[in-house]
């Protein structure tokens, strides 16, 4: 069964830094790409970035380019994002997801995490 | 701000057809990205409802559909149920953005 947990998520004020992470289980993590989805309390989804099997390929939505870094450790069956400079607008459950495949485009997201919750508030 | 336009709401009563509409542009759909759909129940995580514009994972009922045609696409549910009440995300790849996008999201509330 696949599964995946995240956390690191906490009340953090606006222009901090914080780590969240991914635990993966019940599939091969380093057959595929993974990302980072992120939900604000009663809005919609926002795509956040993605890192493809190896490491060798990440991509960020533009709302969170040069401040949020995506990561991956095959070792440990984790992911992680990085974030800094938060902002207020950061506030949101922030989703791990695991690729369909191991593209980096025009790919689908199979299985979800539970979410993390992230506050950024002074 | 999502590139991809969703109805804010849809209803019908059990039993009945309901249509989700995604509607796009030149840069994702129309330039030939798979849509899929999410299907997120209330306070849950989205769980993937359609891939490939019509394809539907191990598990997922057959009243479930979708399609694709230009710079749109559409989910359709019919013989709907009471627990098919939940919000809907369609999904896709855009080139301009070189990234994925969401809709907008759709609430669907059945009467």
């Known amino acids: 069964e696949v599964q995946l947990v995240e956390s690191g998520g906490v009340v953090v004020q606006p222009g901090g830094s914080l780590r969240l992470s991914c635990a993966a289980s019940g599939f091969t993590f380093d057959d595929y790409t993974m990302h980072w989805v992120r939900q604000a309390p009663g809005k919609g989804l926002e795509w956040v970035s993605l890192?493809?099997?190896?490491?060798?390929?990440?991509n960020y939505a533009d709302s969170v380019k040069g401040r949020f870094t995506i990561s991956r450790d095959n070792s440990k069956n984790s992911l992680y994002l990085q974030m800094n400079s938060l902002r207020t607008e950061d506030t949101a459950l922030y989703y791990c997801?695991?690729?369909?495949?191991?593209?980096?485009?025009?790919?689908?997201?199979?299985?979800w995490g539970q979410g993390t919750l992230v506050t950024v508030s002074s | 701000q999502s590139v991809l336009t969703q109805p804010t709401s849809v209803s019908g009563a059990p039993g009945q057809r309901v249509t989700i509409s995604c509607t796009g542009s030149s840069s994702n759909i129309g330039a030939g990205y798979d849509v899929h759909w999410y299907q997120q129940l209330p306070g849950t995580a989205p769980k993937l409802l359609m891939y490939g514009n019509s394809n539907r994972p191990s598990g997922v009922p057959d009243r479930f559909s979708g399609s694709k045609s230009g710079t749109s696409a559409s989910l359709a549910i019919t013989g709907l149920q009471a627990e098919d009440e939940a919000d809907y995300y369609c999904?896709?790849?855009?080139?301009?953005?070189?990234?994925?996008?969401f809709g907008t999201g759709t609430k669907v509330t059945v009467l």
């Open positions: 997801a695991k690729d369909k495949g191991s593209g980096v485009a025009d790919t689908c997201l199979d299985y």
């Open positions: 999904q896709s790849y855009d080139s301009r953005l070189s990234g994925y996008v």
């Open positions: 890192i493809s099997w190896d490491g060798g390929s990440t």
